[in-house]
């Protein structure tokens, strides 16, 4: 049975990929008529839930959503849910990073921890769903560093490393990032629900 990843994020699709293989998965791309779900909550967990139910809906077939950001301790959290969306616009992750960098430029370094997070959402199309959640803590730097991944990957230098994340192979952050903590946690959980169906 397929399941569907409800994103059109490229990276995030291969990333996930990865994690839950052995699964016949697929993009939203598959589903044209499935527009953009807004992601109007509060908090990732409800974010991921609306996604995941949405698609599930629109597709008849199990779903997997995530809503994930970048919190930093002297923003208060921030930029959170709001990640993807900082500079305004959805997905420009140049802007959103250097407006990043820019509120935290008179910051001192060892007043820089963040962390990412990320929830996970398995819905079915009968309404059933389960949400994981998984971190990834670290401190930032002012000079974004590295080509993998995206985002602020460039910028989070993960707690017992010395390299950004955008520095690491996939592998390599694929075993520690908050996504991959994330789905390993729910990809059991696929396991047993969609076996189910």
Not at 106 to 125: E, I, N, Q, R, S
């Amino acid at each position: 049975m397929k399941i569907v990843l409800a994103t059109r994020n490229a990276g995030k699709i291969a990333e996930l990929r990865r994690i839950l293989s052995g699964f016949d998965i697929v993009g939203l791309e598959e589903f044209p008529s499935i527009g953009e779900v807004a992601e109007t909550g509060v908090t990732f967990e409800e974010n991921a839930l609306l996604k995941a139910h949405a698609v599930a809906q629109g597709s008849g077939l199990p779903a997997v959503a995530d809503d994930s950001g970048l919190c930093v301790d002297v923003l208060n959290g921030m930029p959170g849910v709001f990640s993807a969306r900082w500079s305004g616009r959805h997905g420009d992750d140049q802007a959103n990073l250097d407006l990043l960098l820019a509120q935290i430029s008179d910051v001192p370094a060892d007043k820089l921890t963040a962390h990412f997070a990320c929830a996970a959402a398995l819905a079915l199309p009968s309404g059933e769903f389960r949400v994981v959640e998984g971190t990834l803590p670290g401190r930032l730097v002012t000079t974004p560093r590295g080509s993998n991944g995206f985002g602020y990957d460039p910028i989070l230098v993960p707690d017992g490393h010395d390299r950004t994340t955008a520095e690491m192979s996939p592998e390599e952050k694929d075993a520690i990032s908050h996504r991959g903590r994330a789905f390993r946690a729910l990809a059991p959980i696929v396991r047993d629900l969609v076996t189910d169906v």
